[in-house]
């Protein structure tokens, strides 16, 4: 017999729930379809950027695309997977053959109802045209997609694919008649809450409410305004009222809670903080696994964690927050790094016939505080350390060119751990914040768990991959932490979900709206 859309992901990578003792997470505001009424104000909100027009292009700009592209599958509040676009799905027995049942009456932009075909045309682009994308792992395992009426899409794979259902949570459908839809996408049509308006790149980006969306009494709001500038104090423009949403850094945690215009939430899933080595082009002596635990053992686990989390922040070794299904205990426990011991960095660069005070050591990151943790670490080391700090695009295109040794950086959640492992596979998306690993174990070790249609044995070979990434010091996890968002009490019916997307079946920015005072 074949498994429904309720035997999916089962909630098996939990995220910040499973931090719940932090006492971080019982603010859970409800949402639900809200009567028609009439729309109330533009709702601002700086949250993620958004690099591109073209939904299948993006490299993690989900925050802002979601409002006006929809998916067949949506990730809900607890990490699991419900239906969207499409009403139910049946899987085969064997794990091969997934058949949507595509919802009836969803409208695009343009005002053409979407059909099956619609759904069909934007799986054959992303298989077609799209490279090193989030979906380019599944879609090379497709062997069919079809479309034989016009409420049922029927995605066929060449093996068991154990993530297919959560990562078609990124599958956007886009009408094919949408601008440069043969090359890069530069209007987008879709059908979500809102419609694809102004944008300015790097500046803001204006999304007018879609008067014929298929939920009905949704949006709320008449408009949403994302603000896409690099702004590294949110909390000043949210407590002056230019910003009604807005993601904040922990350490402005304390006064954004002293505000009594103003409440905070947290995202559902963790964001996990690392550092990684150059592992596609690296630059003697960073190439010598001693020096790289030399360098590990500087990092200072605990203090990091504190300083960009405070005391929401947990420690591990592991892309999988503590207590989620693909964390390990023992694993955990066998940390040689979880405690600064500069004493065995000494030792070890010394084995190696390292001298730090001739080394140089070039450092890549964002624009942001904590790499400064890093950095200072290596100095203290006493190599010749350069810090290149970078907007999110210049440090993309630095990483690329893979002159460097060491980058500190951060990543948020993501709709199943397969997009996290992805991005050490040497064909994966934005793999440059992972030093661009070209590993054929680590690769095969993946795909055997993508393949695993049993839970335990998907878990054991995932295990097996990180214990490679883990040996061969590819990635050095520092620890996870909720993110946190903050909005003014104005705003009602709006709350975080699982992932940066700011539009899912349970909530989002189509639920919110300005009351009397914005």
């Known amino acids: 017999m074949s498994s429904t859309f309720h035997a999916s992901r089962r909630g098996l990578i939990g995220g910040a729930a499973a931090m719940a003792g932090l006492g971080l997470l019982d603010h859970l505001p409800g949402s639900g379809a809200h009567a028609q009424g009439a729309r109330s104000g533009t709702v601002k909100i700086a949250v993620l950027g958004l690099d591109t027009a073209d939904p299948h292009r993006h490299t993690g700009s989900i925050a802002v695309q979601q409002v006006?592209?929809?998916?067949?599958?949506?990730?809900?509040?607890?990490?699991?997977?419900?239906?969207?676009?499409?009403?139910?799905?049946?899987?085969?027995?064997?794990?091969?053959?997934?058949?949507?049942?595509?919802?009836?009456?969803?409208?695009?932009?343009?005002?053409?109802?979407?059909?099956?075909?619609?759904?069909?045309?934007?799986?054959?682009?992303?298989?077609?045209?799209?490279?090193?994308?989030?979906?380019?792992?599944?879609?090379?395992?497709?062997?069919?997609?079809?479309?034989?009426?016009?409420?049922?899409?029927?995605?066929?794979?060449?093996?068991?694919?154990?993530?297919?259902?959560?990562?078609?949570?990124e599958l956007w459908i886009v009408a094919p008649e949408s601008d440069?839809?043969?090359?890069?996408?530069?209007?987008?049509?879709?059908?979500g809450p809102f419609r694809f308006g102004r944008w300015t790149p790097n500046v803001s980006f204006h999304a007018p409410a879609f008067e014929q969306y298929w939920q009905a009494g949704l949006p709320r709001a008449e408009a949403v305004e994302f603000s896409l500038r690099d702004d590294s104090d949110l909390s000043l423009p949210l407590r002056a009222g230019d910003l009604h949403i807005a993601r904040i850094g922990y350490d402005k945690l304390a006064s954004v809670k002293a505000d009594p215009n103003l409440e905070v939430q947290f995202m559902k899933d963790t964001t996990w903080w690392f550092w990684s080595f150059n592992n596609r082009s690296p630059r003697k002596p960073f190439d010598d696994?001693?020096?790289?635990?030399?360098?590990?053992?500087?990092?200072?686990?605990?203090?990091?964690?504190?300083?960009?989390?405070?005391?929401?922040?947990?420690?591990?070794?592991?892309?999988?927050?503590?207590?989620?299904?693909?964390?390990?205990?023992?694993?955990?426990?066998?940390?040689?790094?979880?405690?600064?011991?500069?004493?065995?960095?000494?030792?070890?660069?010394?084995?190696?016939g390292v001298d730090p005070a001739r080394t140089p050591c070039r450092i890549v990151s964002w624009q942001s505080t904590y790499p400064e943790i890093a950095v200072q670490a290596m100095r203290q080391l006493g190599f010749q350390v350069e810090h290149l700090a970078l907007d999110d695009i210049g440090a993309q295109?630095?990483?690329?060119?893979?002159?460097?040794?060491?980058?500190?950086?951060?990543?948020?959640?993501?709709?199943?751990?397969?997009?996290?492992?992805?991005?050490?596979?040497?064909?994966?998306?934005?793999?440059?914040?992972?030093?661009g690993t070209r590993d054929a174990?680590?690769?095969?070790?993946?795909?055997?768990?993508?393949?695993?249609?049993?839970?335990?044995?998907?878990?054991?070979?995932?295990?097996?991959?990180?214990?490679?990434a883990?040996?061969?010091?590819?990635?050095?996890?520092?620890?996870?932490?909720?993110?946190?968002?903050?909005?003014?009490?104005?705003?009602?019916?709006?709350?975080?979900?699982?992932?940066?997307?700011?539009?899912?079946?349970?909530?989002?920015?189509?639920?919110?709206?300005?009351?009397?005072?914005?």
Do not use: C
């Open 289 to 352: 696994l001693r020096v790289r635990r030399a360098v590990s053992h500087m990092l200072d686990k605990p203090a990091f964690m504190r300083f960009v989390a405070g005391d929401a922040g947990v420690v591990t070794n592991q892309m999988a927050a503590p207590g989620q299904f693909f964390w390990d205990q023992a694993m955990h426990e066998a940390d040689v790094h979880a405690r600064p011991n500069e004493a065995r960095a000494r030792a070890l660069l010394a084995e190696a």
């Open 397 to 435: 295109r630095r990483l690329g060119q893979y002159d460097w040794d060491l980058a500190p950086f951060a990543s948020g959640p993501r709709a199943d751990i397969f997009l996290r492992f992805i991005r050490l596979m040497s064909d994966g998306p934005n793999v440059g914040l992972w030093g």
């Open 68 to 169: 006006y592209v929809e998916t067949l599958t949506s990730i809900a509040d607890d990490g699991t997977v419900k239906p969207f676009l499409a009403t139910s799905w049946e899987v085969s027995p064997d794990g091969r053959r997934y058949a949507f049942t595509i919802r009836e009456g969803v409208r695009f932009h343009n005002g053409r109802l979407m059909t099956a075909e619609d759904v069909r045309a934007n799986a054959v682009r992303v298989r077609d045209q799209v490279r090193g994308g989030w979906l380019s792992a599944p879609m090379k395992l497709v062997e069919s997609l079809e479309a034989p009426d016009a409420r049922t899409f029927v995605m066929t794979m060449k093996e068991p694919y154990g993530p297919l259902l959560n990562l078609l949570s």
């Open 470 to 518: 883990l040996d061969n010091y590819y990635t050095v996890v520092i620890g996870h932490a909720p993110e946190p968002i903050a909005n003014r009490r104005a705003v009602t019916g709006y709350s975080p979900g699982f992932t940066w997307g700011q539009h899912r079946v349970d909530g989002g920015l189509a639920h919110a709206a300005l009351g009397a005072r914005s």
């Open 180 to 191: 440069g839809w043969a090359q890069t996408i530069r209007t987008p049509i879709g059908t």
């Open 441 to 468: 174990e680590f690769d095969a070790l993946v795909k055997q768990a993508v393949a695993a249609v049993d839970l335990a044995e998907r878990r054991r070979f995932y295990l097996a991959a990180w214990q490679r």
